[in-house]
């Protein structure tokens, strides 16, 4: 077929044409395209696993891998990088030989070696059908996910206790490529680990039900999460990343680059679910994805204020910034309900978003220092009452719609931030003073609270976490309520597809 003269026309034609270096593969092409500057980068420095296919447009044994390799591309999504190389490229040419590449096209699968600074590269040699090289990819995948059975859980969870840790529960006793990669994108951000259904002490533990089931514990005595929606890798880490976020799937390019469209790619691939089509063009950078606002089905609860002390130290001391405070009635209520996911959904997006928010608190309306902190502010003690309070400042705000759902309570919330609206004065005598003697306040009990450390720099992070004072038990018992896991209502697509 390719008579050598009509090769070299073809050749001299299309480099006599500006930028018209035509590789296989369209830009929108699921596969990674990788050129000799890119390839460390993308390629050898990512902790995903990568198979490589080194060809040239004009060889027709590449034309026909074609459909076969963007398959496989589509199916490993968010799992592992399948790229491609252009050796028919003079800027690429020293790579593949540097590669070893002697015809076309040659497929090398690149695995990282953890600790390692170079990969392993091995040929593959498979059949050249999409089925045949997802498997051999997937065998390549590193595995970061510890096995836990019940006598080796304490273990588990007492290795850096306060780090967070992630852990699925199935009847499989395989690891799926899908919880591999999540635990890639979270390697040394969150522990993650599995356990069989046959390990009963541990499920029972957890009061987990259900298979799969997954489950966060956000460190330290938190109470563990469960998690509530389709088993999809975006979802699952959105969820997780309440806890850390993940790592990118490469490291950024040094300098800015003319061509990015490789770089995007690289960085959207890895981390979009799996089984969307193709992720969206428009996300420019990880962070730039999250702006998407997205309502995770399972954001951490707001963390609680428990005691009066703890009021005064986190929201009511003279040096404390500003907080929102949702003071919630013994028994709870269908408003307090609402109104306390709406901020822990908004919390999450802010965490998301990197942005810097001043933390939400829920407050028991029982508790001593809240009944007489509503008293103070003239509001009756019923449903739901979120207030923001800048005790420095001295001033408060209330949220007074009837509505608690998430589009009334962010605009709220966004309209403090950009400290539009009325502020109220404070009430005297409702701050304390930010030493040991702390001065008059309504209730005696404030006299000993105020501790000299009493000040959060309004971490938006302290909003994501629950404190160890967010539930007397940590991780022992079933959540409850909204927390529940429900069925997973999709069908996974592949088989890699699944936890
Ligand atoms: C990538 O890693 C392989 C395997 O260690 C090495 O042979 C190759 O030179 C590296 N390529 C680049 C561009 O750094
Ligand atoms: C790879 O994983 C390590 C943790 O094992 C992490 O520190 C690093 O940032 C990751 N690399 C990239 C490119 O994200």
């Not at 790229?83 to 030989?97: F, H, M, R, S």
């Not at 103070?376 to 009837?402: C, S, T």
Request: with cysteine.
């Amino acid at each position: 077929m390719h008579h050598p003269s009509l090769c070299a026309v073809a050749v001299a034609l299309l480099s006599a044409l500006p930028s018209a270096q035509a590789g296989l593969y369209a830009k929108k092409s699921p596969v990674l395209q990788v050129d000799a500057k890119d390839f460390d980068r993308l390629i050898n420095k990512s902790n995903y696993t990568s198979i490589v296919e080194f060809y040239a447009p004009w060889c027709g044994h590449c034309q026909n891998l074609k459909p076969a390799y963007e398959k496989a591309a589509k199916n490993l999504e968010g799992l592992a990088q399948v790229a491609a190389v252009n050796c028919d490229d003079d800027a690429n040419k020293p790579l593949c030989g540097s590669m070893g590449v002697q015809g076309f096209p040659t497929l090398k699968i690149v695995r990282p070696k953890k600790g390692a600074r170079k990969p392993t590269v091995t040929d593959y040699q498979g059949q050249r059908t999409a089925s045949a090289i997802v498997e051999a990819v997937v065998q390549n995948i590193n595995n970061y996910v510890t096995r836990i059975e019940d006598k080796t859980l304490d273990k588990f969870l007492s290795d850096s206790q306060d780090k967070p840790k992630a852990i699925l529960f199935t009847e499989k006793g395989t690891t799926s490529a899908l919880l591999k990669s999540i635990a890639i994108d979270f390697s040394d951000v969150i522990h993650i680990g599995q356990v069989r259904n046959k390990e009963t002490k541990t499920v029972e533990k957890f009061g987990i039900s259900k298979f799969p089931t997954l489950i966060l514990l956000p460190g330290g005595d938190a109470p563990h999460v469960v998690y509530d929606g389709e088993i999809k890798k975006e979802p699952i880490v959105k969820f997780l990343s309440q806890a850390g976020q993940p790592n990118p799937v490469s490291p950024p390019p040094k300098e800015k680059k003319k061509s990015k469209s490789s770089d995007t790619k690289a960085k959207s691939k890895a981390s979009s679910s799996s089984s969307t089509t193709s992720s969206s063009a428009s996300s420019e950078t990880p962070a730039a994805t999250q702006e998407v606002p997205v309502i995770v089905e399972t954001a951490l609860p707001i963390p609680s204020i428990n005691s009066h002390d703890k009021l005064i130290k986190e929201c009511l001391n003279d040096k404390s910034h500003t907080c929102v405070l949702a003071f919630v009635p013994e028994g709870g209520s269908e408003k307090a309900r609402k109104g306390l996911e709406s901020l822990s959904q908004l919390a999450f997006k802010h965490a998301q978003g990197k942005r810097k928010l001043f933390p939400f608190y829920e407050v028991p309306a029982s508790n001593e220092g809240a009944a007489g902190l509503l008293k103070a502010l003239d509001l009756p003690a019923r449903d739901v009452q979120i207030i923001a309070v800048n005790a420095r400042r001295g001033w408060w705000r209330h949220y007074d719609a009837a509505d608690f759902g998430v589009e009334s309570v962010e605009s709220w919330i966004d309209a403090i931030r950009l400290s539009e609206g009325v502020k109220k004065k404070l009430p005297e005598g409702l701050v304390a003073i930010a030493v040991e003697e702390s001065t008059a306040s309504q209730e005696e009990a404030a006299s000993k609270a105020a501790t000299p450390e009493a000040t959060p720099e309004g971490k938006s992070e302290d909003a994501t976490k629950v404190t160890p004072e967010a539930s007397g038990e940590a991780a022992g018992k079933p959540e409850t309520g909204a927390t529940q896991a429900s069925e997973p209502s999709a069908e996974p697509e592949t088989a890699h597809d699944e936890l």
